[in-house]
T-cell receptor, first 117, second 113 residues
Framework: AQTVTQSQPEMSVQEAETVTLSCTYD???????LFWYKQPPSRQMILVIR??????QNATENRFSVNFQKAAKSFSLKISDSQLGDTAMYFC??????????????FGQGTILTVHP | SQTIHQWPATLVQPVGSPLSLECTVE??????LYWYRQAAGRGLQLLFY??????ISSEVPQNLSASRPQDRQFILSSKKLLLSDSGFYLC????????????FGPGTRLTVT
């Protein structure tokens, strides 16, 4: 079974600064996918970024980028030029590749990020 | 484009009453469907998933059940609610292949009194 750990229950950052959220995972799988989801106060879960484990290049989506360290089983999210709208809970999630897991995701416990003006 | 709907958005029910939450997906065929519960604003607990009509898998034994009467319809039910059933319920869908990322509905806030 896979586990996903987010060791930072809460983080805060000043507007326009950069913040990094940590995520580690444990798996015996070699092929898998990793995701970061954002849940703002509205509680709508929004996909922020995805990473395929077989790709060495770190994924980037505008101000969001990841630092994927496969050997260390680490998948951190960097948010550059933080905006007030980035205030949310962020979840790291893991999905094993292959057909038997039926697309099930394993989520971390979340990190509450607050962006201060 | 695909959209996912959930209703109701908010529900207050007494202990012992029945429950029916509905989720529908538009713009895709034969999706995987999932029900999650989120308690106290923290992590998501997978309750049920479905890979096709009438095919339901339960992740956690509990007071709830799920059904999938149509390809893009997923229903969460209970015959008698418990106080511990209170929480935020999220429905999600994913494609059958590829990166499998899940897309979530807006959720239902359930309070059992």
């Amino acid at each position: 079974a896979q586990t996903v750990t987010q060791s930072q229950p809460e983080m805060s950052v000043q507007e326009a600064e950069t913040v990094t959220l940590s995520c580690t995972y444990d798996t015996s799988e070699n092929n898998y996918y990793l995701f970061w989801y954002k849940q703002p106060p509205s509680r709508q879960m929004i996909l922020v970024i995805r990473q395929e484990a077989y790709k060495q290049q770190n994924a980037t989506e505008n101000r969001f980028s990841v630092n994927f360290q496969k050997a260390a089983k680490s998948f951190s999210l960097k948010i550059s030029d933080s905006q007030l709208g980035d205030t949310a809970m962020y979840f790291c999630a893991f999905k094993a590749a292959g057909g038997t897991s039926y697309g099930k995701l394993t989520f971390g416990q979340g990190t509450i990020l607050t962006v201060h003006p | 484009s695909q959209t996912i709907h959930q209703w109701p958005a908010t529900l207050v029910q007494p202990v012992g009453s029945p429950l029916s939450l509905e989720c529908t997906v538009e713009g895709t065929s034969n999706p995987n469907l999932y029900w999650y519960r989120q308690a106290a604003g923290r992590g998501l607990q997978l309750l049920f998933y479905s890979v096709g009509i009438g095919q339901i898998s339960s992740e956690v034994p509990q007071n709830l059940s799920a059904s999938r009467p149509q390809d893009r319809q997923f229903i969460l039910s209970s015959k008698k609610l418990l106080l511990s059933d209170s929480g935020f319920y999220l429905c999600a869908w994913s494609v059958l292949r590829g990166t499998y990322e899940q897309y979530f509905g807006p959720g239902t806030r359930l309070t059992v009194t």
